[in-house]
């Protein structure tokens, strides 16, 4: 009996989660792989190197898994901060499983341009800006594109891969289409029209693993995509993969950082808020990784700038659209997209 | 301390293991499942059956609840069939490779789904094996992937493996001097086969079938990387709410009634597979 | 000419030979039993004659015509398995359907048939019962049924009563005897039980090490074994082995008589224990030895003595009709007698 006692207690211990205590550093919780590499590097790095307070990086899966951790923990907060898309945040922000913030709290808070106070609503503001792009093949695809309409040419009949909703990729590429059409990112009759001409051509709606590799792999000759990563798949392929900024114009997406409701280590966590919205870690960390910076204060150096939404050309081309505006059309254009868009494209 | 003290004890670390692993989040996802959504996707606590009347007025929802189905016995019928004669013969052969044979017919269980998928991409892709095949003999090219066809051989190969040991599971019982007393008596092969060997094995094909067809019921994986974003079913559809729009209530009701579905049609098929050993 | 022969069949598994030369004559009508210790060959010679093994060597011919290469769908020879192999999802009547079916008969002449074929073997009230719904003798009966239904060329019968216990094994082959006389079926059975063996058959073939030691009425292999194989394996006897001198066989300190002995060599001697006898005080006979009582078991119709003599220790079986076994304790010394016509002998390897 003793025997089978101890066997079962350390299987108990062995499936036991381990737990936060005081004594230990706070705990930034935010996506995994190539941004936590870079992340770690040239932010958290040097504000645990300034030897006031301590804070270790939780890989999390998704946007959606992290906010899941949150509601799973609302009674017993593991983690202190959170950096995740504005759109989960904004759930997370309802839910009141992050703190409010504002720049009597955090003074650099006024440091940051308009929109990335008012993306975070009433809790934490914007800490990054990516934007969509298309990406390309620049070997097969000459001149250079400058507009989507490019994909509408027969000639690239099943080579365009599209991130249908619910990712949110399709919600924003129908929103630009939507300006570029209406003037009005909600008017989308234009743009669903001009989608399910192009369904045909349309090889996948869920390029797997993602559009980047598609290309490089000549699976694809177009794929949706993010500027950052975009970018760093550019350098890697020696600038085999094209980003086109279309005329068309391109819309946000938004990472925002929140202090978590009752976190265990408070002070630090709103230190490390403050040290992240800061001049110093935005420059860093643009010029590490290609997503534009949100404090109006950092200066980026030119070369970095040209290839993110901080060059003045650039932001100009980000059209007016409010992500939770679009929260609440989600449900329609998902629809939309399956019924309209993905049944016309055949195959 | 009785025998049956000791039967129960000895139960005890699996019936736990059941509770904290199956019934306990069950539970909590029943419980999930009543709750409701805001329209701004936030999480409403409350005790409703608001997302069950949402979803089961939502003629979309009926649409992949019977896609998924018609996919899963698609699969589990191919899948079967392709499995039978592989089964058989790894069943008769008295081959020394036989464990070695056995072994390759049951390696794809081996190999992650994503690696698989990565696989069948180099062959159905439209550059891939296959259409280079045609392409090289002068006939159309054909769309493989990144749809239903696609989805359907996905699925029918990674549910294969388990029908065919569900079915070595239930050979066991097929014995070698039944055909051969069947030769005796004037049946050739067709017929061995047809009035002795198919009917002793009917039952393990039905094991078969039910178990390809609930983890087909059941797979992500292959719709989710092989459909191209063309292919909605339940498992898929379930996915999406959890981690995409993140309306849970909606993930949860979806689970439950696809959970409860799938226990009434098991119960069905035990009920008619106990009247039909009679 | 014979109606089943077979002429030198020969077989081997992995180059291990089961069977190495078997021929045998099997005239129509007749019961031929092969018998033999397991991995003598039996089992492989009749799958060989059913077709469900093809020989390495030798033809299989069946009046006349040459079935060697015929698949065992084509040969029309009914079989009926040690196991029975009685399909499990068919009733009595189904099973005895089966081959009837698959030779095409009409199906009224189908019916009439199988309820004949289950007349003969006493289960007609058990038509519809599944194998497993039967006792081992049912199910056993269904077997022959079965085999018989197709009027077999050749019935094989492969250790048919071998799963049955004792006192039903005994009814049964009275009762497989009578059917297959009745019948008149030509059949070729596969028994390790001698009793079974002498019981049903016209011929016994004795097999040994892949080949027929003896072929001869259940009498002569009993009674004139030509091999010391046949001697040993056919019943019990008292064994000795001796040196001939004289025109007699020396063993340890006596000497035996026997009939047609060469002029000298190494012999093994047999006697059967019933050709023995107790001898009284005054009695004479051909051969005598003496020996001590070791022990003494009454079986019925004979008492089994067991004896310890110089030259060793043998069996002796005592009627028990006279009483005299009641007499006889362990350890008495005892004389015993046989004639000299009784002694069977053979040249030592």
Not at chain 2, 195 to 217: Q, Y
Not at chain 3, 86 to 115: E, K, S, Y
Not at chain 3, 278 to 287: C, P
């Amino acid at each position: 009996m003793r025997s089978v006692s101890a066997i079962l207690i350390s299987t108990a211990v062995w499936f036991a989660p381990p737990s936060a205590q005081a004594a230990d550093p706070a705990r930034l919780m935010t996506y995994s792989g190539i941004f936590q590499d870079n992340y770690t590097d040239v932010v958290i790095k040097p504000f645990n190197a300034r030897g006031t307070e301590r804070l270790d990086y939780v890989p999390g899966d998704s946007s959606a898994a992290m906010l899941g951790q949150l509601r799973t923990q609302k009674n017993d907060p593991q983690l202190d901060v959170i950096i995740m898309d504005v759109t989960t945040a904004a759930l997370a922000c309802a839910e009141g499983l992050v703190e409010p913030l504002d720049a009597k709290l955090l003074p650099v808070i006024g440091e940051l341009d308009d929109q990335a106070r008012s993306s975070g609503g009433a809790c934490g503001p914007a800490v990054t800006y990516d934007h969509l792009v298309t990406v390309y093949d620049s070997k097969a695809v000459v001149p250079a594109p400058t507009s989507l309409k490019v994909m509408w040419d027969l000639k690239w009949k099943g080579r365009v891969g599209l991130s249908a909703p619910p990712n949110i990729q399709g919600l924003a590429l129908t929103a630009i289409m939507a300006h570029a059409d209406s003037g009005n990112w909600k008017s989308a009759d234009g743009a669903f029209k001009a989608l399910r001409e192009l369904a045909p051509a349309v090889q996948t709606f869920d390029p797997q693993p993602d559009g980047y590799t598609l290309v490089l792999n000549n699976t694809l000759s177009f794929a949706s995509g993010w500027n950052a990563r975009a970018q760093l798949n550019r350098d890697r392929s020696g600038g085999r993969l094209g980003i086109m900024l279309p005329t068309e114009g391109t819309v946000f997406q938004i990472n925002t950082i929140n202090l978590v409701k009752g976190a265990p280590h408070r002070d630090a966590g709103l230190a490390f808020i403050a040290y992240a919205l800061s001049a110093p870690a935005q420059k860093a960390f643009t010029e590490r990784m290609f997503y534009g910076p949100t404090n109006a204060t950092a200066v980026i150096a030119p070369e970095a700038a040209q290839r993110t939404a901080a060059a003045p050309e650039n932001k100009a081309r980000v059209i007016p659209m409010d992500w939770n505006e679009m929260i609440k059309l989600r449900e329609s254009w998902n629809q939309r997209w399956r019924r309209e868009v993905i049944s016309a494209g055949g195959r | 301390m009785t025998r049956r003290q000791t039967g129960v004890l000895l139960c005890l670390p699996a019936l736990l293991l059941l509770a904290v692993a199956f019934v306990w989040p069950m539970a909590i996802l029943a419980r999930m499942s009543l709750n409701e959504t805001a329209d701004t996707g936030a999480l409403v606590p409350a005790l409703s059956l608001a997302t069950y009347t949402r979803l089961a007025s939502d003629s979309f929802t009926w649409q992949i609840a019977w896609d998924s189905l018609v996919l899963a016995a698609g699969s589990a019928t191919v899948a079967t069939l392709l499995a039978y004669p592989m089964a058989l013969f790894l069943f008769r052969t008295k081959s020394r490779y036989r464990n070695l044979l056995a072994i390759v017919a049951i390696a794809p269980l081996l190999v992650s789904g994503t690696a698989r998928v990565i696989g069948w991409m180099a062959i159905l892709g439209d550059g891939g094996m296959i259409n280079a095949g045609l392409r090289l003999l002068g006939i159309p090219t054909q769309h493989l992937i990144n749809n239903w066809t696609g989805v359907r051989i996905g699925l029918a190969e990674s549910v294969m493996p388990y029908t065919v040991l569900a079915l070595l599971a239930g050979f066991g019982r097929l014995d070698h001097a039944l055909e051969e007393a069947a030769a005796t008596l004037g049946a050739g092969p067709f017929f061995r086969f047809w009035r002795v060997t198919l009917p002793l094995t009917l039952p393990s094909v039905t094991a078969g079938w039910m178990l390809g067809f609930v983890l087909a019921i059941s797979a992500f994986i292959t719709p989710h990387l092989m459909g191209g974003g063309r292919v909605f079913v339940l498992a898929t559809e379930i996915f999406d709410a959890a981690t995409q729009t993140l309306d849970w209530p909606a993930a949860a009701a979806l689970s439950v009634a696809a959970l409860a579905g799938l226990s009434a049609l098991m119960l069905l098929q035990s009920l008619v597979a106990r009247r039909g050993s009679v | 000419m014979a109606y089943l022969e077979l002429r030198n069949l020969a077989r081997s598994y992995a180059g291990r030979p089961a069977v190495r030369d078997v021929s045998l004559n099997v005239e129509r009508g007749t019961l031929v039993a092969l018998l033999g210790a397991s991995g003598c060959g039996k089992t492989t010679t009749l799958r060989m004659v059913a077709g469900l093994e093809a020989p390495d060597a030798g033809r299989i011919v069946v009046d006349g015509r040459d079935v060697t290469s015929l698949a065992p769908h084509r040969r029309r020879m009914g079989v009926v398995f040690q196991s029975y192999a009685l399909f499990p999802h068919m009733d009595a009547a189904g099973n005895v359907a089966f081959g009837i079916q698959m030779h095409g008969a009409p199906r009224a002449a189908r019916a009439t048939r199988v309820a004949e074929m289950l007349a003969l073997v006493g289960l007609s009230e058990h038509a519809g019962k599944k194998p497993r719904q039967m006792s081992g003798g049912q199910q056993q009966r269904v077997a022959l049924a079965r085999a018989l239904a197709i009027e077999p060329d050749v019935l094989l019968l492969d250790e048919p009563l071998s799963a049955l216990d004792a006192k039903l094994r005994e009814d049964l082959r009275v009762e497989m005897r009578a059917i297959q006389r009745s019948t008149g079926a030509t059949t070729l059975f596969v028994t390790h039980d001698q009793a079974e063996a002498l019981a049903m058959a016209d011929l016994v073939a004795v097999m040994d090490a892949g080949r027929i030691a003896q072929l001869g009425t259940p009498e002569a292999v009993f009674e004139r074994p030509e091999t010391a194989y046949v001697a040993a394996f056919v019943g019990r006897s008292a064994r000795f082995s001796g040196v001939i001198r004289e025109s007699r066989i020396d063993v340890a300190d006596i000497s035996i008589a026997a009939p047609g002995l060469p002029a000298s060599g190494r012999v093994d001697v047999f006697v059967r224990p019933h050709r023995i006898s107790v001898l009284r005080a005054g009695d004479v006979a051909d051969n005598t030895i003496e020996g001590t009582l070791d022990a003494i078991d009454y079986t019925g119709e004979v008492a089994q003595l067991l004896v310890q003599s110089p030259c060793g220790r043998f069996p002796v079986d005592l009627a028990t009709a006279d009483g005299t076994w009641r007499d006889l304790r362990p350890g008495d010394k005892l004389r015993l007698g046989w004639h000299a016509a009784d002694t069977l002998w053979f040249e030592a390897p």
